[in-house]
C-alpha cells in the first residue's frame, strides 16, 4: 500500500520559515519524481516544486523562486519542502506527490500518488 505522509505544517507569522516533509511508503521512492502542490481555499490545486527522480534536479514556481528549496533523500524515502520568507497570501493546504515521468513535470495529471496534505498558515 502506497502512502505519502505530509508533516510540518503550522501557523506561522508573514517572512518566517516552515519545513515540510513528506515521508513515502510502499513504492521504490528513488524511482520516483516529488512534487509540491498546495491549494487554498477556493483556488485549484497550483504547483509548487518538484525534484527529479534521475538526477535530483528541480524545477519550482515563479513565485517562490529563491525562497523554496525542494530536496530529496533517498536513504529515508522522504522529500522536503524548506520554505522560507512565507507571504499571507501562500496559506494553503501543502501536499506532496510522486510521479513516473522523468524529468521535472509540472501538471498535476501526471501525478498517481498524493498525501493528505498539511495545512500551512501565514499570518500577516
Known amino acids: 500500500q502506497v502512502q505519502l505522509v505530509e508533516s510540518g505544517g503550522g501557523l506561522v507569522q508573514a517572512g518566517g520559515a516552515l519545513r515540510l516533509s513528506c515521508a513515502v511508503s510502499?513504492?521504490?521512492?528513488?524511482?520516483?519524481?516529488m512534487g509540491w502542490f498546495r491549494q487554498a481555499p477556493g483556488k485549484d490545486r497550483e504547483f509548487v516544486a518538484v525534484?527529479?527522480?534521475?538526477?535530483?534536479?528541480?524545477y519550482y514556481a515563479d513565485s517562490v523562486k529563491g525562497r523554496f528549496t525542494i530536496s530529496r533523500d533517498n536513504t529515508k524515502n522522504t522529500v522536503y519542502l524548506q520554505m522560507n520568507s512565507l507571504k499571507p497570501e501562500e496559506t494553503a493546504v501543502y501536499y506532496c506527490?510522486?510521479?513516473?515521468?522523468?524529468?521535472?513535470?509540472?501538471?498535476?495529471?501526471?501525478?498517481?500518488?498524493w498525501g493528505q496534505g498539511t495545512q500551512v498558515t501565514v499570518s500577516s
Open positions: 506527490a510522486a510521479t513516473t515521468r522523468f524529468g521535472v513535470p509540472v501538471m498535476k495529471y501526471v501525478y498517481g500518488y
Open positions: 510502499g513504492l521504490t521512492f528513488s524511482g520516483y519524481g
Open positions: 525534484i527529479a527522480r534521475s538526477d535530483g534536479s528541480t
